[in-house]
């Protein structure tokens, strides 16, 4: 499911490189205490997150860092 992310996300997202043409792979935190690693965000706006954890606010984003 997709998911907008709020303007706070996005202006930091801007900042940050792109993992590939049009997109960034993050990690997420969510409200729940759940980390979501490897997560995609295209346009540095809309994020793919299971339906199960779309309802959650995110409160840490970072870009995700391969081994």
């Known amino acids: ?3 907008k992310l709020s303007k706070k996300w ?3 997202l801007v900042s940050k490189p792109e993992s590939s043409m049009g997109y960034q792979r ?3 935190r969510l409200q ?3 980390l979501l690693e490897n997560v995609m965000v295209f346009n540095a706006e809309d994020m793919e997150l ?3 954890f779309a309802r959650f606010q ?4 970072r870009l995700h860092q391969q081994p």
């Open 50 to 52: 299971p339906e199960e």
């Open 26 to 28: 993050v990690d997420v």
């Open 10 to 12: 996005i202006d930091y």
């Open 32 to 34: 729940n205490g759940r």
């Open 1 to 3: 499911m997709r998911v």
């Open 58 to 61: 995110i409160t840490d984003l």
